[in-house]
């Protein structure tokens, strides 16, 4: 006896198609099916799995059993030489047990079991009982022992109970049906022991029954596992080689945004040296002509010897004024825009030495005169400087180009009240501030404030356009040379730029006075309740 369990899939493409050929065409499903209903369908009930089992083992027995009835009385005939033997009492048994095999076999197709195996045991029972009565010697001797062999067989077929009633029938046809043939009772000691075995069979057959179902259930439920186990592990693989293949597919993109960027950085520095050298070219041929612009019209102004002490008419003066403003203000844009480019090129060089601020100072505050101009009766220039001035790490230039281009941009966008500037000391840095009344910065422009040629909305609404370069620049030479700048505006009110350098503190024998006489510096630096911070929209330029 055995039943095979049924093979599970190898894999899901398998079980999809075991499943899907079960389907019409119409219904086929498109999706991949659940492993959980795949399992379903294949794995059986505790139920189906045991009546396979018996069934196919019923199948067994049944042509066994007709095979060894007719070897058992050919071999009679064959030793009795049909002397001592009746035909009847060889024909009626092999008869019925051929009736009952062949009934058994066909509702064993027609997947009828449970009649199956009442058609085989009844055929059995009433075959051995008519032995009993129709063969004599044989029958009384011999035949009630294939009782208890029969009950065993055919009750691990059965549910316990059916077991017991085939049993009961059993002793029913063994004293009934050799009674009913002789005319009267028969019932010898070789009928009574054969029927205790009996008894002592079904008994052995319950337990043996019970026994093989507990084998059986506890074989399936590890069958279920060893299942679950195995779609979780395709379930796993599956997961696996998809996260590879997403990985493949991203390290494929990585690699080519890879070389793309590498083509852009490629283009970017070809583009950013084609640009340098194109702003290096222009800048010196605009420069050539243009100097010569500013010298002849500033020598026409100061220099009236040059042309044998002929004045220029007032009328000549002011619009020779003008074109010697216009001019510097071109060739102070060229300078910056050329200054940028070295910036990008990274050939801007700097020199990087201690800085005494008195010197830089003055002149920034005098060139800052010059910038308010006519508003000067409007704007006033102060500062509040520490005494003793400190001194800081950078390039005195740029240090200056830095401060001008604060100025001009307060002077620019100022038209009454006070441009201001602070110097102090904090920590080991040196704080620079530009302090304004003027119209002030949007919060829209805070944030591109200091991105090449951007000014801010107000300013161009108000007709202060400018190149936009000035902060930029700032930023890039105070990077340089490690320092920072920050900004705090509110609209209307004005703005405050400030900007830090490395603190440098001189040796006892370096040490000195640096001052700038003015009656508006005062004797100790400014005392200050707010601690200044790098506001969150950072800006270089208005």
Sequence with gaps: ????????????????????????????????????????????????????????????????????????????????????????????????????????????????????????????????????????????????????????????????????????????????????????????????????????????????????????????????????????????????????????????????????????????????????????????????????????????????????LVELPLQYRKDMTQILSSGKHLLNIINDILDLSKVDAGKLDLEIQPVDLGPVIKGVLSTAVGLVGEKADRVKLTRKLGDPLPMVMGDPLRVRQVLLNLYSNAAKFTDSGHIRLLVYAENDQVIFGVEDTGIGITDADKVSIFEEFRQGTAGRKKGRQGAGLGLAISQQLLRLMNGRMWFESVLGKGSTFYFALPLYVPKPDEAGSSSVDDENVPDTPPARTTKLKKPAALADAK
Excluded at 9 to 34: G, N, T, Y
Excluded at 108 to 126: C, H, M, P, Q, T
């Design 1 to 308: 006896m055995s039943a095979m369990l049924p093979e599970y899939p190898v894999s899901r493409e398998e079980k999809k198609e075991q499943l899907d050929s079960a389907l019409p065409a119409s219904e086929q499903p498109d999706a991949a099916p659940d492993a959980s209903a795949v399992d379903a369908a294949n794995v059986p009930s505790q139920l189906t799995f045991a009546q396979e089992v018996r069934a196919e083992r019923l199948s067994i027995l049944w042509k066994v059993t007709l095979f060894a009835s007719f070897m058992i009385w050919w071999v009679l005939i064959v030793i009795s030489g049909g002397r001592e033997m009746s035909y009847l009492a060889v024909l009626a048994p092999t008869g019925i047990v051929t009736l009952g095999c062949i009934g058994t076999g066909q509702f064993l197709k027609r997947e009828r079991f449970n009649d199956a195996v009442w058609v085989y045991s009844l055929g059995a029972i009433i075959a051995i009982a008519l032995t009993m009565g129709l063969a004599d010697t044989f029958g009384e001797q011999y035949a009630p022992y294939i009782f208890p062999v029969l009950v065993f067989v055919v009750g691990l077929l059965m549910p316990m109970r059916d077991t017991f009633t085939m049993a009961a029938i059993v002793v029913g046809a063994a004293i009934a049906i050799p009674s009913a043939v002789h005319g009267e009772l028969v019932f010898t000691n070789t009928t009574l022991f054969a029927l205790i075995l009996t008894g002592v069979s079904t008994a052995l057959s319950a337990q043996v029954s019970g026994e093989l179902y507990a084998i059986a259930e506890w074989a399936l439920e590890n069958y279920r596992k060893e299942r679950q186990t195995t779609f979780a592990l395709f379930e796993s693989r599956e997961a696996l080689q998809k996260s590879f293949m997403r990985q493949q597919a991203l390290t494929m993109e990585v690699q080519k945004a890879n070389k793309e960027l590498e083509v852009a950085r490629k283009a970017e520095e070809e583009a950013k040296n084609f640009r340098g050298q194109f702003l290096a070219n222009m800048s010196h041929e605009l420069r050539t002509p243009l100097n010569a612009i500013i010298g002849f019209s500033q020598t026409m102004l100061d220099f009236p010897a040059m042309y044998d």
